[in-house]
């Protein structure tokens, strides 16, 4: 099966042999793997079964030349830079909780769409997963989190036009995104800490549901697969998420929640995106262990169709080349018996 007949599988809880996977890297761990590999293109080399693009914006990662310094993204926000990984947001734009005149990026600037076109046409075999940007996260890159928390009971209706604003920007780049026909959408938007949501349930149910709703909403009228990023122990809202008709949940955190419970209650509902542990087994095991916990979670999680294989979080420098490569081959290897 191909990735493109794979991945629906997965999404209609079908049981498959083989098991989808993904990777992503920051630039260490991708560096290392290209060399190993002798490739200049991991997402095709790894035979990849997700492909993420979007429009430009901040890069992901700063590149050489910048190390050090700061960049300023479309949003005006200034962000540290780092060889390591994608740098932090230092520099909000919002020093008070009010838009003050606040003019928001243009989401049909041409420069944000020129890239647009080949990206969409690269791996067309894959499964391809148009990004749409972030809600929630967005907000407190420009107001910053602390600041942002606190809005929640000080200033709430700045931070119901803040989202307001955000949400329409990200509805009008899933516009843009639609004219590449991608078989989905990915939108990033943390809202776990370690051990518990970022705000409660009842505020998270407030402020981010209703947007993220009418963006789901507005993929599902298009046909779309909706995929959603959010690190961290999310599992009081998962229920919502799945009323609200999310298909795939990313990056289910092993050290954060309870992978195999998330499978037992929500399985048949939901499909989970990740699970292979990165803070433990990825940074400080062996590769015996890294395959054995592939081995695992593909065959309890992947039961019933229902999971991608991802790990917990995108691969760091802490993890060794050998534990790399064992991920890597054993998710290529892996077959249900």
Not at 18 to 36: D, G, Q, W
Not at 63 to 69: I, N, T, V
Request: aromatic residues 10%.
């Amino acid at each position: 099966m191909t990735a493109r007949e794979l991945v629906p599988a997965a999404l209609r809880h079908e049981e498959t042999e083989r098991i989808p996977y993904n990777f992503m890297f920051t630039p260490p761990a991708e560096s290392a793997l290209r060399k190993h590999y002798g490739t200049g293109d991991l997402q095709a080399s790894l035979n990849c079964h997700l492909y993420l693009y979007g429009p430009a914006g901040k890069p992901l990662y700063a590149s050489p030349e910048e190390f050090g310094a700061s960049i300023t993204d479309e949003f005006g926000v200034v962000w540290s830079t780092s060889d390591l990984d994608r740098g932090s947001p230092i520099g909000p734009v919002f020093p008070r909780p009010a838009l003050d005149g606040y003019e928001f990026p243009d989401p049909w600037a041409p420069a944000r769409w020129e890239p647009v076109e080949a990206a969409a046409r690269k791996y067309p075999d894959q499964f391809r997963l148009a990004v749409i940007g972030d809600l929630w996260e967005r907000a407190h890159f420009m107001r910053g989190l602390d600041k942002l928390l606190v809005d929640l009971y000080w200033a709430p209706a700045f931070v119901h036009e803040l989202l307001d604003r955000l949400c329409e920007y990200n509805l009008q780049t899933l516009a843009g995104l639609a004219r590449y026909q991608p078989d989905g959408v990915f939108i990033s938007d943390d809202y776990g800490f370690q051990n518990q949501l970022m705000m409660s349930p009842r505020d998270w149910r407030t402020f981010v549901k209703p947007r993220l709703k009418r963006m789901l909403d507005a993929a599902r009228d298009l046909g779309l697969v909706t995929m959603l990023h959010s690190c961290g122990h999310v599992t009081p809202i998962v229920p919502d998420l799945i009323e609200l008709g999310l298909d795939i949940l990313h990056p289910v955190q092993p050290e954060a929640l309870d992978v195999f419970a998330l499978k037992r209650e929500f399985g048949k509902d939901l499909t989970l995106c990740g699970g292979i542990s990165t803070q433990q087994t990825l940074s400080h095991g062996t590769p015996a262990e890294v395959t054995a916990e592939v081995v695992r979670k593909a065959a309890v999680l992947g039961s019933g169709g229902g999971y991608i294989l991802e790990p917990g979080i995108t691969l760091q420098a802490d993890v060794s080349l050998e534990n790399l490569v064992a991920l890597v081959e054993t998710s290529r290897a892996y077959r249900r018996r």
